[in-house]
């Protein structure tokens, strides 16, 4: 089984981006950390990272027929990106939506997600933990 990691733009930049708000911990690491915890299930992690949300929607299009599902972390995208909505949802795979910090407690702007409605569950505010349990929540739903 395989399942889609997906990071948008500026997340090649954690570890030096913001660490009060977004944390230490690198996206090498997070992709680290959710393929020790995929790996004891026997599931395939296929990490992805792009600033170009054309490249996002070409990489889920990719794969719609060989994943079981999407852990997406849009960035910016998740405020203003029906082309990614629309990808997420087109492909009919279970997705779940992550982010290191609380939307819900950022600038009015930020608390807005257009990605959420397509997706199984939506988890924000743990950290690099928030990965983990993202994926935790996308198991749930794909071995039901």
Do not use: W
Request: aromatic share 6%.
């Amino acid at each position: 089984m395989q399942i889609l990691l997906i990071h948008g733009p500026n997340l090649n930049l954690l570890g030096e981006r913001e660490p009060d708000v977004y944390g230490s911990t690198t996206m090498e690491q997070i992709n680290e950390m959710v393929r020790k915890v995929a790996e004891t299930r026997g599931i395939t992690i296929i990490a992805f990272q792009s600033n170009h949300e054309g490249s996002i929607i070409d990489f889920i299009h990719a794969h719609r027929k060989t994943a079981a599902g999407i852990i997406i972390n849009p960035g910016a995208y998740t405020h203003y990106s029906y082309a990614i909505r629309d990808a997420v949802a087109g492909v009919n795979l279970p997705a779940v939506e992550v982010h290191l910090s609380d939307i819900k407690k950022r600038e009015p702007f930020r608390q807005i997600s257009v990605i959420e409605p397509v997706c199984v569950a939506q988890v924000s505010g743990l950290g690099a933990q928030s990965y983990v349990k993202g994926f935790e929540e996308l198991l749930k739903v794909i071995e039901k």
